[in-house]
């Protein structure tokens, strides 16, 4: 059973059989001694309401035993004749003595039904006067009672309010709604909700078109009172199968006027029967039990109906009560509010969700000699946005640029400036700075933002040809360097002072990096929480990777994605109070044999002398099918180059799953592809990179730049 059904104050129980104690604390139905009751005793005392007296039947002599004349009730207490009647609820040995001194509330008896304003000669067990009739028997058990009194009423709504008030998403209220009514107030519950709703303000566009949201049932399965046990599968009953999956609201139809009057409504009313084929289908409105059985409720939220719940006893259910009305509409209206905020809710989670996205790599590059693996959680599921960042950028070279750094702060704010900064370092990062350079600016950007935007940041560059990685950073927590052979390091690198400061100077340190080996970059949310300060963190951290090292053995690295999972298993339940941005890079590199690089003198004899080098390599790696397209491509770039060049420009060759070709020279403007004329003597040469090679580019280094191209092997 759902423990999260509404348990307070159930103000809809079963009905007891004799000698049942049907308020037992524990919720069971525990077997208590009743007092013998007279022959011939009359009925038990009728609830009055709050405000009221509360009278009882009194027998005279001129009445007979169960009945009572006009005018012969008295209130209770007041009189002496008001416990003469032996049928009094509890009664106990002496209580006729005790009850003029205590005059106490009685509580409502199983059988009391409180008399209703309207419809008193229709109710059964009404006399022809309008008074109500008590046999004193007791229903069947099985049979759920209706709210008595006006405090049930209100401690049920208080019960299914505040479960409804318990959902943050459009889900969780429709569900606490169900939950909480079904099968307290009603049997069986359809709600149905526009499609699309509407947002804020926003008016909606196109037909009203209800959908149908959810429904929720009573369990075939009841109470016993010896506890749960299988009752006796039920007959298959036509509320089980009421209810379209889609109904269109026509303007001026019956479901059109009652979603317009907003209160709830009877459907046995002529605009609600009228309504119901349109809302449940054709044939539908034969499904609903005849009589005071359904309550149709419009919802409606801070501007505009939003939808309607339908609510259902089954026939042999007692029927809804006028008061029941005022409950519907509590529950309508709690609801409608709920899920205006709740739509307003995920408006606001979307665009976090969208925002955050937006600030974070969508895929990471591939480039050559390493392979990359990023997660990113943020501090809690209210809190989408934060200011924690990770990036990859490929550079001139075959190099990468690995960046990571953590805005202080986890509002729109923090991730704001954390795009900003972001943006920045792409920037700096395409010029080909030194990661301290980059620091410096991200530095100054930062007081330009504003006061107190602070962040911290470890800029890292590696180079796949020489096999070594350049760290600067900026108050960032150390990066950690996992070996081939299952050792994991923290390595030493200064830690600066936070972005932001100012006035500052950043250094940087050059660190070999192995093939093999695998860095790991990360935000401090990952190390450090309320249990534990940033080294323990970080050095739990270095266990847990030295461990998982361990599982694939001494020659074999553990699979990239399956280490950034691993790496966040560490965090226990409750322990995590911050964003966690994780960047993982394993280190392939890129063997010398593959790699050839020369000089050329900005001179005519240049581009001859480059198509001869190129060929040697080529026949050297054994590609000699790539010749004439590469010494075609290298001819019209170094052409290029060394037309404008002042200083020697410099050729490589790199054999990876690919043949990349760059040349450097010290001009930074770049070339810009072209359509040449047809009586042009030049300009044709980017022409024919772009149509020939697989990709190529060109980067603005700080000395001037580089052109590159690549061509499939094979």
């Known amino acids: 059973m759902d423990s999260t059904r509404v348990t307070e104050q159930p103000t809809s129980f079963e009905r007891p059989q004799t000698g049942v104690d049907p308020v037992d604390p524990r919720g069971a139905f525990v077997h208590t001694p009743t007092a013998a009751r007279a022959p011939g005793a009359g009925a038990l005392p009728v609830q009055g309401r709050p405000g009221g007296d509360v009278t009882v039947p009194v027998t005279t002599a001129h009445?007979?035993?169960?009945?009572?004349?006009?005018?012969?009730?008295?209130?209770?207490?007041?009189?002496?004749?008001?416990?003469?009647?032996?049928?009094?609820?509890?009664s106990q040995p002496g209580a006729e003595q005790t009850a003029e001194r205590d005059t106490p509330r009685p509580r409502p008896a199983p059988e009391g039904i409180p008399v209703q304003p309207a419809d008193e000669q229709d109710r059964p067990g009404m006399n022809t006067d309008g008074q109500e009739r008590r046999s004193g028997q007791s229903l069947p058990p099985g049979r759920p009672t209706p709210m008595r009194r006006d405090g049930d009423r209100l401690r049920f709504v208080g019960a299914a309010t505040r479960r409804i008030a318990r959902g943050i998403d459009l889900d969780e209220i429709v569900m606490g709604l169900c939950r909480a009514t079904v099968p307290t107030f009603s049997d069986a519950i359809l709600v149905y909700l526009r499609d699309p709703l509407p947002v804020g303000d926003e008016r909606p566009t196109g037909p009203l078109v209800l959908r149908l949201r959810r429904t929720d049932r009573i369990p075939a399965e009841r109470d016993t009172e010896n506890g749960f046990q299988p009752a006796a599968q039920p007959e298959p009953n036509?509320?089980?199968?009421?209810?379209?999956?889609?109904?269109?609201?026509?303007?001026?139809?019956?479901?059109?006027?009652?979603l317009r009057g907003v209160r709830p409504v009877f459907t046995d009313a002529p605009a609600a029967r009228a309504a119901l084929p349109e809302l449940l289908g054709e044939g539908g409105e034969f499904a609903v039990p005849d009589g005071q059985r359904a309550i149709l409720a419009p919802l409606r939220g801070r501007r505009r109906v939003i939808g309607?719940?339908?609510?259902?006893?089954?026939?042999?259910r007692v029927a809804f009560e006028a008061d029941d009305l005022l409950v519907a509409a509590q529950l309508a209206?709690?609801?409608?509010?709920?899920?205006?905020?709740?739509?307003?809710?995920?408006?606001?989670?979307?665009?976090?969700?969208?925002?955050?996205?937006?600030m974070l790599p969508e895929t990471l590059p591939r480039p050559t000699g390493v392979r990359l693996a990023s997660r990113y959680l943020p501090a809690a599921e209210t809190a989408r946005v934060g200011g924690d960042w990770y990036d990859a950028i490929p550079l001139p070279g075959s190099r990468v640029a690995l960046v990571v750094g953590d805005v202080m702060?986890?509002?729109?704010?923090?991730?704001?400036?954390?795009?900003?900064?972001?943006?920045?370092?792409?920037t700096l990062a395409g010029l080909d700075l030194p990661p301290q350079e980059v620091l410096h600016h991200l530095d100054e950007q930062a007081q330009r933002l504003g006061v107190d935007r602070m962040a911290t940041c470890l800029y890292a560059v590696y180079d796949p040809v020489s096999h070594r990685i350049t760290i600067a950073n900026a108050g960032h927590p150390p990066p950690v360097l996992l070996h081939l052979g299952g050792r994991a390091e923290v390595l030493r690198v200064p830690a600066g002072a936070p972005i932001g400061v100012g006035g500052v100077d950043f250094e940087a340190v050059e660190l070999d990096a192995p093939a093999g080996a695998t860095l790991l970059l990360y935000t401090d949310g990952l190390v450090e929480s309320r249990l534990r300060d940033v080294w323990t963190g970080i050095e739990q951290l270095r266990e847990k990777l030295a461990a998982v090292a361990q599982l694939t053995g001494p020659d074999h690295p553990p699979p990239l994605e399956a280490l950034c999972d691993e790496v966040l298993d560490m965090l226990g339940p409750g322990d995590?109070?911050?964003?966690?941005?994780?960047?993982?890079?394993?280190?392939?590199?890129?063997?010398?044999?593959d790699v050839a690089y020369w000089f050329l003198e900005p001179e005519d004899a240049a581009p001859g002398r480059a198509r001869r080098l190129a060929r040697r390599a080529l026949q050297r790696w054994g590609l000699e099918e790539l010749s004439d397209s590469v010494e075609l491509l290298v001819s019209e770039v170094v052409t290029n180059a060394v037309r404008y060049a002042s200083r020697p420009v410099t050729l490589r060759l790199l054999r990876t799953d690919v043949l990349r070709c760059e040349v450097g020279d010290d001009v930074p403007q770049l070339p810009r592809l072209r359509q040449a004329r047809a009586t042009d003597e030049g300009g044709r040469g980017l022409y024919l990179v772009n149509r020939m090679a697989r990709r190529w580019g060109a980067t603005r280094l700080s000395t001037g730049k580089v052109v590159w191209f690549e061509l499939n092997r094979g």
Request: glycine share 10%; net charge negative.
């Open 63 to 90: 009445s007979t035993p169960g009945t009572s004349e006009p005018g012969t009730s008295t209130p209770f207490g007041k009189g002496k004749d008001t416990v003469s009647d032996p049928a009094f609820e509890h």
């Open 238 to 258: 036509e509320l089980d199968t009421v209810g379209a999956e889609l109904c269109e609201v026509r303007p001026g139809s019956a479901l059109a006027e009652v």
């Open 308 to 316: 309607a719940a339908l609510f259902l006893r089954r026939p042999e």
């Open 333 to 358: 209206t709690h609801s409608a509010l709920g899920i205006d905020k709740a739509v307003l809710y995920g408006r606001e989670a979307y665009i976090a969700d969208e925002l955050q996205r937006t």
């Open 409 to 426: 702060g986890h509002s729109m704010t923090s991730a704001a400036i954390m795009g900003q900064l972001r943006t920045t370092a792409q």
């Open 576 to 593: 995590r109070d911050d964003d966690i941005a994780l960047l993982a890079a394993r280190f392939d590199g890129i063997a010398p044999s």
